[in-house]
């Protein structure tokens, strides 16, 4: 699921929400709407200044409240109108969702551990890896199709998503998604569109993309 050979030149910006306090408890969270704590709210202001000097065309979010609230922190600067859809809600979990890091380790272990090996899994019941896929690439790649050449999409998601969106965007197999580290809450990955379709350029920054000086731009 590469990108199209029109508009040379599109950049996607996957930016996950601000720190919620579920975050700070290490509580999965997956389809769950939790708000942004106030240092979360602190973390999309500071991104989103940054974000906006990228000049970005349009904004997609998931509709959970987190996501959502971060999105109108870049929107209200900019101007943009936010689109959300569901379809970029994190993972959904069913049974691991409240619980703590420890608890699911504890009470799903041999289920976790398979996860973490890279076998597909329901974690607690819910969606597999290539499930979230299946629903938030489609998305990112039709808002994507709209931009005009050279144009930037900020796509305001969850970490989960944004790992699998990036996997299948790149074209990786799904057992080596584990292979992109997690997003820092507020930071991003950015996208570009290469020759070959889509090039991993940034990930999990915190600072504005510098262009690639040497033998490999």
Not at 39 to 62: C, E, M, N
Request: charged share 25%.
């Amino acid at each position: 699921m590469n990108g199209s050979r029109s508009g040379r030149g599109r950049r996607i910006v996957l930016w996950r929400h601000g720190q919620t306090a579920w975050n700070l408890e290490r509580r999965f969270q997956g389809s769950t709407d939790i708000d942004l704590t106030e240092t979360g709210v602190g973390q999309a202001r500071r991104a989103a200044r940054l974000l906006a000097s990228l000049k970005p065309d349009a904004i997609v979010a998931s509709d959970l409240r987190r996501a959502a609230d971060t999105a109108a922190e870049l929107a209200a600067i900019t101007g943009l109108d936010v689109a959300h859809d569901a379809g970029l809600r994190e993972t959904y979990a069913g049974a691991w969702q409240g619980l703590t890091h420890e608890e699911i380790v504890g009470q799903y272990g041999e289920q976790y551990a398979a996860w973490k090996r890279g076998e597909p899994v329901r974690r607690g019941g819910g969606e597999l890896e290539t499930e979230v896929a299946d629903r938030a690439a489609p998305v990112v790649l039709e808002h994507a199709g709209k931009l005009p050449d050279a144009g930037t999409l900020v796509v305001v998601s969850h970490g989960g998503t944004i790992r699998t969106t990036i996997g299948r965007l790149l074209g990786l197999d799904s057992h080596h998604w584990e292979g992109l580290g997690g997003l820092s809450n507020c930071c991003w990955s950015v996208l570009g569109e290469g020759a070959r379709g889509w090039r991993l350029l940034e990930h999990n920054a915190g600072t504005l993309p510098e262009p690639v000086l040497g033998d490999d731009d």
